[in-house]
């Protein structure tokens, strides 16, 4: 059984928004509190991109590629992770995966398709 479970995806038309969620169903709370998590996102034949890093203490970080489009957050209460995804561009379609630092945890993938 996954320690992450992202949700959220799905079809869009290009300026469109969708929110991914990524659950640490397994992750005691106090783990989490103290964990860094990250998207990433996956097209067929490329490497894994990050396109969101939240810390422990909230501290944010995006490539220019999303920069001032997609947000990261995390609800601890709820052992959640979200991505808020704006203004979406076709070059957005991809796997998007939810990975936590520390343990090297991984989601099973939500795909996000945006049509242009």
């Known amino acids: 059984q996954r320690q992450l479970v992202e949700s959220g995806g799905g079809l869009v038309q290009a300026g469109g928004s969708l929110r991914l969620s990524c659950k640490a169903q397994r992750m005691i709370l106090s783990t989490f509190n103290g964990a860094d998590f990250e998207w990433y996102r996956q097209v067929p034949g490329n490497e894994r991109e990050m396109v969101a890093r939240?810390?422990?203490?909230?501290?944010?970080n995006y490539p220019d590629s999303v920069k001032g489009r997609f947000t990261i957050s995390r609800d601890n209460a709820k052992r959640t992770v979200n991505l808020q995804m704006n203004s979406l561009k076709p070059e957005d379609t991809a796997v998007y995966y939810c990975?936590?630092?520390?343990?090297?945890?991984w989601g099973q993938g939500t795909q996000v398709t945006v049509t242009g």
């Open positions: 939240i810390t422990s203490d909230r501290v944010t």
């Open positions: 990975h936590e630092r520390a343990r090297d945890y």
